[in-house]
T-cell receptor, first 115, second 117 residues
Framework: NAGVTQTPKFQVLKTGQSMTLQCAQDMNHNSMYWYRQDPGMGLRLIYYSASEGTTDKGEVPNGYNVSRLNKREFSLRLESAAPSQTSVYFC??????????????FGEGSRLTVL | AQKVTQAQTEISVVEKEDVTLDCVYETRDTTYYLFWYKQPPSGELVFLIRRNSFDEQNEISGRYSWNFQKSTSSFNFTITASQVVDSAVYFCALSGDRGSTLGRLYFGRGTQLTVWP
């Protein structure tokens, strides 16, 4: 019963390096999301994918790219990491594809530090 | 625009006290959902409850209860007889039905609850 799986769980990068956070869900959900969590800021949406083949920007997309590889997988890429991207990243999925009210199921989070 | 405000940044109580976490929301959507999530020190996010905009009945689940009032745009969460295991960050969230925001959850900044033995 894996649910939403994120890798890696911890990563340290130097400024300017690139990396990809991987996310996979096994619940056959249509929608997937990437959030970042910073102290005192709650969770802010970076990008989301309402359904396979579509992606859209959230509240804080700058510096990130995403790929919805298939229905199960949704990756988040940092092309040139900056210290401001030090955060905890959460992937989530939900059944909702164009309808309101879907509960989000979250991964365990990935803690990224950019030096 | 969707907005969720959790004015209480931190709350500390002693075990067995009752505590209420406030949540105020803003939306122009006709149909919307409100959520509460719990984030214990281990870091994962745990779904607690979902309530739609047409159902203003209060809900009780064990020591947890939720008070939804559309008139004041509030969805408050009460823990009765708090326990140390209730110590966590609690997030309130909103999902609306309009256009580009359809299905997306907007989170408040969270309330850190600490329950002392």
């Amino acid at each position: 019963n894996a649910g939403v799986t994120q890798t890696p769980k911890f990563q340290v990068l130097k400024t300017g390096q690139s990396m990809t956070l991987q996310c996979a869900q096994d619940m056959n959900h249509n929608s997937m999301y990437w959030y970042r969590q910073d102290p005192g800021m709650g969770l802010r949406l970076i990008y989301y994918s309402a359904s396979e083949g579509t992606t859209d920007k959230g509240e804080v997309p700058n510096g990130y790219n995403v790929s919805r590889l298939n229905k199960r997988e949704f990756s988040l890429r940092l092309e040139s990491a900056a210290p401001s991207q030090t955060s905890v990243y959460f992937c989530a999925s939900s059944e909702s594809a164009g309808r309101v009210g879907g509960e989000l199921f979250f991964g365990e989070g990935s803690r990224l530090t950019v030096l | 625009a969707q907005k969720v405000t959790q004015a209480q940044t931190e709350i500390s109580v002693v075990e067995k006290e009752d505590v209420t976490l406030d949540c105020v929301y803003e939306t122009r959507d006709t149909t919307y959902y409100l959520f509460w999530y719990k984030q214990p020190p281990s870091g994962e996010l745990v779904f607690l409850i979902r309530r739609n905009s047409f159902d203003e009945q209060n809900e009780i689940s064990g020591r947890y209860s939720w008070n939804f009032q559309k008139s004041t745009s509030s969805f408050n969460f009460t823990i009765t007889a708090s326990q140390v295991v209730d110590s966590a960050v609690y997030f309130c969230a909103l999902s609306g039905d309009r256009g580009s925001t359809l299905g997306r959850l907007y989170f408040g900044r969270g309330t850190q609850l600490t329950v002392w033995p």
